[in-house]
């Protein structure tokens, strides 16, 4: 089944603006949800607009509240999310970073009590539209164990790093610090609960999980995610750990759930996110630094294959090839999702027509 | 065997010196080489002094050059580093960073022109004792594939950051992007050439390459390293490549060697450098700030150990503990380090007497 990018927009954002989003804002939730399926994370878009609806709903996400930048110094911030969208909250943030890099160089912006927020590039990206360089990180509720490790205690923290070139696309890497995403668990414990890849996930009996078990462990603290190449990938996710949550003096690790203490479903919340930019124009022309960037991705671009065959990718570019398909056919969407969606559609728009009859 | 850390400073600052390298540059390259051996980095220290003189006789590098700020807009700048030795480069970079973060709140310096700097977290610690965040990245010449290639590419790239922090020592994470390191396979085909490890180097054959073939290969462009976790750390690597090259719009990838077309010994050159430094008095006391770094990593260091017996490692902790060893025990060296010391003092003495009766 297809759907077309702009019916994609059109129907999150009335959902959103039904679950009482101001309208302002989702235009922009539905532009970071939507970029998701645009660009090929399909684990972070439609799939997830159910998610937040229901944090909506249970309060957990508190629309009605506004961010706020509780602390300005110099090129540095701090955003209070007010447990609002993170998605409202990572845009603010951003856009406070990237007046900052025009005026200082380079900004740096630490956030506190947001709450999911998307694809982490999307914010990375929106600084290459300025052409500007953009960095972001999140924290998440613990998922990923410390080597040596078996608790869950880090998030899967991604790192996004965003480059503008004079390519057909910006340079842009978005990567979890674990092997597996929580969002792939989630996915594969849907579609085949009782398989298994070994090494998936630890637990104290070295067992292969399977993935429902993986997940619903997970979820209890008994099973955890590993990190990306061992102390590499654990140290990198502790680092982002660190910007996302010292800076800012603000929840961290186990502090990042366990609201509803028990439930399988525990929500997070108070997430840290950071965000970094810089303004090439203080190092060269923006002309010459979007070269710079193109000939580097070009090297790389026309070295030798593995196998006569394949295409070589530069970072970004898998992004642009989904973008062109889906811009093209639209975002494919399976018949579980499909069903999903028709729900929501046929809930909200009941809601709709409760509050119509209440005025 | 064993020496002592003031021997080993007192030894190397000495060689340095007698090799032309101006007193005040010898203290700082001698103290950024054996605080390789200090921290563990056993790769990093004493085993390539020899590397860096054999550098300097060859006028490879060229140690009468003073490195220079070229650029200075704002909280970002760009470092000529002229080719004199990586350290000095470094340190005068990272110095103006530090300055310019205490400045502005958060800095960028990018260099050019240096060369093999030792250990990225030398820079990135140092900004820690001024209590600031410290990262520190570096190209280096061609030794990674990219995915689905065969070429040896990017460099190993490392990244390095640490954060002050209110325990023993500072958080801190030194890594390359790279499964295995140049370092190591330097030290392992020394050590036992005919051994292999599978899937350490890849080449078009998809043998499995014994350690002195996969370097005298990666020396000739025909086998290469893998970046750590595919594309994860393949986009890590490029962003690096990308922050210590397209700011200072200097030598990148392939260019950073080929000094000696053919020659397997072919030096690194025109190296880039990249460094970040951050002042948390920005967003929060110090005090405040070291606390919550140090509350991150004690509940880590505090969660469930795989095996009883198991301590969790915290990212700092390993250098701290070796550290310690090495200041109450010394430096260990192995026979055939030795001997080549022993090699080098003795040239170096030799220097030392022809250059007195010259005058």
Chains 1, 2 share one sequence.
């Not at 702009?6 to 989003?21: L, R, T, Y």
């Not at 998922?143 to 842009?172: C, Q, R, W």
Request: glycine fraction near 8%; include cysteine.
């Amino acid at each position: 089944m297809k759907i077309s990018l702009v019916d994609a927009i059109s129907f999150s954002k009335w959902v959103f603006e039904k679950h009482n989003v101001p309208t302002k804002h989702s235009d922009i939730c539905a532009d970071v949800l939507i970029s998701a399926d645009e660009l090929g994370f399909k684990t972070h878009g439609l799939s997830r607009l159910g998610y937040y609806i229901k944090r909506i709903k249970d309060g957990v996400i508190k629309v009605e509240n506004e961010p706020e930048l509780i602390r300005d110094k110099k090129s540095c911030g701090i955003v209070d999310g007010k447990n609002t969208l993170g998605q409202i909250v990572g845009k603010f943030a951003m856009d406070i970073a990237i007046k900052k890099a025009e005026q200082h160089g380079i900004s740096c912006v630490a956030v506190k009590n947001s709450s999911h927020y998307g694809i982490a590039s999307y914010y990375s990206r929106y600084a290459t539209e300025k052409n500007l360089v953009g960095m972001s990180f999140t924290n998440a509720r613990p998922a990923v164990a410390p080597v040596y490790g078996l608790e869950p205690k880090m998030g899967t923290n991604p790192y996004a790093i965003a480059f503008p070139s004079d390519m057909k696309f910006p340079f842009s890497i978005d990567c979890a610090t674990s092997i597996w995403q929580r969002g792939d668990l989630e996915v594969r414990a849907r579609q085949e609960p009782n398989s298994y890849v070994p090494g998936c996930a630890i637990e104290s009996e070295n067992q292969n999980l399977t993935f429902e078990r993986s997940l619903r462990w997970l979820k209890k603290g008994i099973a955890a995610l590993k990190p990306v190449g061992g102390h590499k990938g654990y140290g990198l996710s502790v680092a982002i750990e660190l910007m996302c949550s010292a800076f800012q003096s603000g929840a961290y690790m186990s502090k990042l759930s366990g609201l509803y203490e028990g439930n399988e479903d525990d929500p997070s919340y108070d997430i840290g996110h950071f965000f970094i930019c810089v303004d090439p124009e203080n190092f060269t022309d923006i002309k010459t630094f979007k070269k710079n960037v193109g000939d580097v991705l070009r090297e790389l671009k026309n070295s030798k294959p593995k196998k006569q065959t394949e295409d070589i990718l530069v970072p970004g570019e898998l992004e642009y090839l989904s973008s062109q398909k889906v811009h093209k056919d639209g975002i494919e969407i399976n018949a579980e999702l499909f069903d999903e969606l028709k729900k929501l559609g046929y809930e909200t728009w009941q809601k709709q027509n409760t509050t119509k009859n209440s005025k």
